[in-house]
């Protein structure tokens, strides 16, 4: 029976200690006898109990010291942390396992009877993947997911994918482990203030309730807008803490605030009376806002701008009334977080935090305010007559209640017309730009290496039914699928790195893999080989959880748009570029990523240089992957 | 005005001329027929030229196939295209085009790369003739719900 005080662990510790130095003197065979940690001679002894395994011993006697509960826990902080967690929906919590959150992991994976499923646990083999993932559920869902941090290590790591995410001002729960009481050089006093200029929020509780409320405001601030990652710091003290009578406090949603009846009214008024009015769409915060533009579009029977195929949470793009419409002859356009407009209802963004956040005045490019003190208005490059700082999700149910209660019968009818004559328009618009689309993505069909529109154009038919996203960016592969593709979900397209820093595709697609799996949607990476290779053990995470992903290799063996910046510069400086592929380049050897899947666990194939096997390859793929095992598919491919 | 302004203006004035007596078709040119399109293509190659011309010059930023540009027509303007701005770079309006003086690729060079940017051929199929790209046209008649 264990003793309530604790002393039974030492005990035990000390024993597991004598046994490991016996187990380690008799394989040594030698005839001293063995010596533990404080010196202490122990003899020998054949009759002593079997020895511990080498991670026992590890564990005991090295320098992996656990850090143990200064007092017996009943009810653990951790278990009502991870509560919180559940209570607002997380679904997952990526890490990379680390002591200095082995409280909360514990919970997370023990916690309740039968044990907690979610949020579920997702193994990470870097904490840059495991925010990566987070990135790319955020963009797909429009909520946050989680992502846990092992101390200053490993926030260090998830730094860079961080830096990304609040870029794309992507909704996101950091969790930073903290324990000072174990190896110093994963603590510090302010742990936060390493990631303080891209971050929304940060704390760091000192309490056990503290923290509860803590992590309910982090939620709360990373999805109000501009929506952005944010960070707890966990100290160990309160993971381990004993809970008590202690109740997880209610969490209070934000109070996200959208234009007011008078500005809604005349906002209305305007869509109204106009005669050709119009809507700009860019992207909005969640698919229940994007159902409600759809919603506004179809009230007013204007035709609409769409961002679709440039990132995510835009207005469907083959929805009747998306296009340039029956005439472009517009008499009043209405902006949803983009122009060109007459008015445009234009939301915060990060910038907007810099002065606040931005202690170490780092001053990132990118992050300046260039425009009005919003941080908004600067960032436009759309022709916007009139800028209204307010969140544009926010506002529509007051435009939508105000459009239903000044429409009239007749303009109803006109509305009704309009919308007719939208819909041919715009289908006649759509297919004559396909047509030509279609003109110059067939130049180089047939060539080896397979060129980069072959390679959306096969995969094309073979997802149009499915339920799909496109998690990667398409910028490195001539984006083919923005003229080629239908982008009609919130998540089908989720936009570019951010930052555009490299990295990210995989862990992203993984991300949007793990808001995909149960909802009976796929996931499309067309992974360019340089991203690749930063963080590779994304792979084993999609087949470890099962992840419906494909991953398409973009292979032009280089990191080709240095090559090219490169041989730029060469050739300014007159030196010729017949030795630009040096540092730019992923040749000899070149590397077999299909054998690299396979060593992860993956299933794989290729590489294919021969484009008439490519589609039989890509069927095989997502076959694979809509039996929920991922797939990867090594095409090498002309460099664009 | 700066000398070098002066000097670039010549240049642009130069090229501009050569462009116009240029032919801007791809009509047989003897002058191709001086370089060697073996060698040229693995000049190609080595000067990374894949880079935006894609592999077979008919891909990426800046497909040659088909582009009709006067700046490829004779091995006189290609040559003085790349001459001139490798003297004057970047010229305006610039682009990310490499300068290639005579010390970087000789004018055998540049002969034997012509060679092979003349053997590529406008040889991609009619949309009709390609089953996929055929049927994502026919699927874009009717409308899409998801």
């Given at each position: 029976m264990p003793k309530q005080d604790g002393s039974d662990t030492v005990d035990r510790r000390a024993f597991l200690t004598a046994a490991a130095g016996a187990g380690l003197a008799l394989g040594a065979n030698s005839a001293e006898p063995a010596r533990t940690s404080s010196g202490s001679a122990v003899a020998p002894s054949a009759s002593a109990a079997p020895a511990p395994t080498a991670a026992q011993v590890e564990r005991d006697?090295?320098?992996?010291r656990i850090s143990l509960p200064a007092r017996a826990v009943q009810r653990c902080g951790s278990d009502l942390q991870t509560q919180v967690l559940k209570d607002l929906g997380i679904e997952f919590v990526a890490g990379n396992p680390g002591s200095s959150f082995e409280g909360i992991q514990e919970s997370i994976v023990n916690y309740g009877s039968p044990p907690n499923v979610m949020p579920e646990f997702i193994t990470a083999l870097h904490e840059e993947t495991a925010v990566d993932m987070a990135n790319g559920y955020g963009k797909a869902e429009g909520r946050p997911m989680c992502a846990m941090l092992h101390g200053t290590i490993g926030l260090q790591h998830a730094s860079m994918a961080i830096y990304q995410a609040y870029y794309s001002g992507t909704p996101m729960l950091i969790i930073a482990g903290r324990d000072d009481g174990f190896i110093q050089a994963h603590t510090a006093n302010d742990m936060a203030a390493l990631v303080r200029s891209f971050t929304k929020w940060d704390a760091q509780p000192k309490t056990l309730a503290e923290s509860l409320t803590a992590i309910q405001e982090a939620y709360r601030q990373a999805i109000t807008p501009p929506t952005a990652p944010t960070l707890v710091v966990l100290d160990m003290e309160t993971q381990k803490a004993e809970a008590g009578a202690m109740q997880v406090p209610k969490y209070l949603p934000p109070r996200i605030d959208g234009i007011d009846q008078t500005n809604a009214r005349e906002i209305a008024q305007k869509l109204l009376s106009a005669n050709n009015p119009r809507m700009e769409v860019g992207q909005l915060r969640t698919p229940k806002g994007v159902a409600q533009a759809v919603e506004l579009a179809e009230l007013l029977g204007a035709c609409v701008g769409s961002r679709a195929t440039a990132g995510p949470m835009s207005f469907p793009q083959r929805h009747p009334l998306s296009g340039p419409g029956a005439s472009t002859d517009y008499d009043f356009r209405l902006g949803l977080e983009t122009g060109p407009a007459d008015i445009a209802l234009m939301g915060p963004r990060v910038a907007s935090l810099e002065s606040r956040r931005d202690t170490a005045h780092i001053g990132f490019g990118g992050l300046r305010a260039r425009g009005g003190a919003d941080g908004a208005a600067g960032e436009q490059s759309a022709p916007i007559k009139r800028s209204v700082p307010i969140d544009a999700e926010a506002s529509l149910p007051a435009l939508l209640a105000a459009v239903r209660s000044l429409s009239t019968p007749a303009q109803q009818r006109v509305i009704a017309e309009r919308q007719t004559k939208h819909a041919a328009a715009n289908q006649t618009a759509y297919v004559a730009a396909l047509e030509k689309a279609l003109d110059q993505k067939r130049k180089g069909w047939d060539l080896s290496p397979v060129s980069t529109a072959r390679l959306y154009a096969e995969l094309w038919p073979l997802i149009m039914d499915e339920d799909w996203c496109l998690a990667s960016p398409s910028n490195f592969s001539s984006g083919h699928h923005r003229e080629l593709w239908v982008h009609n979900k919130p998540y089908s397209y989720l936009g570019g790195q951010g930052a555009g820093g490299m990295g990210y595709g995989l862990g992203a697609s993984g991300g949007a893999a793990l808001a995909a799996r149960g909802r009976n949607r796929i996931v499309i990476n067309i992974q360019t080989d340089g991203d690749f290779n930063y963080a590779p053990g994304m792979i084993w995470t999609a087949v470890h959880h099962r992840l419906p992903m494909l991953t398409v290799m973009h292979n032009n063996r280089a990191w080709h748009q240095e090559l090219m910046f490169l041989q730029y510069m060469a050739g300014v400086r007159g030196?010729?570029?017949?030795?630009?592929h040096i540092g730019t380049t992923l040749r000899d050897p070149f590397i077999d990523y299909a054998r690299l899947a396979q060593g992860y666990g993956m299933a794989s194939e290729g590489p294919i240089d021969d484009p008439t096997r490519l589609s039989a390859a890509l069927a095989r793929g997502i076959a694979s992957v809509k039996r929920g095992e991922p797939y990867l598919i090594d095409v090498l491919t002309q460099p664009r | 005005m700066k000398p070098a302004l002066n000097t670039k203006a010549k240049a642009v004035g130069a090229l501009c001329a050569a462009m116009a007596l240029a032919v801007p078709t791809f009509a047989a040119d003897n002058a191709a027929a001086e370089g060697d399109a073996g060698r040229g293509k693995q000049l190609f190659h080595d000067h990374g030229c894949y880079g935006c011309h894609g592999f077979n010059g008919n891909t990426g930023a800046r497909d040659l196939v088909g582009t009709k540009s006067p700046l490829i027509a004779d091995l006189a303007t290609f040559t003085m295209f790349l001459r001139l701005r490798a003297d004057q770079a970047p010229l305006l309006p610039s682009s990310r085009m490499p300068n290639y003086p005579a010390s970087a690729l000789s004018d055998a060079q540049v002969r034997d790369i012509y060679a092979y940017v003349r053997t590529f051929k406008p040889d991609a199929p009619a949309v009709k003739d390609v089953p996929v790209l055929k049927s994502i046209l026919e699927s874009a008649s009717r409308p899409k719900t998801r």
């Open positions: 006697t090295g320098l992996l030196r010729g570029t017949d030795r630009a | -």
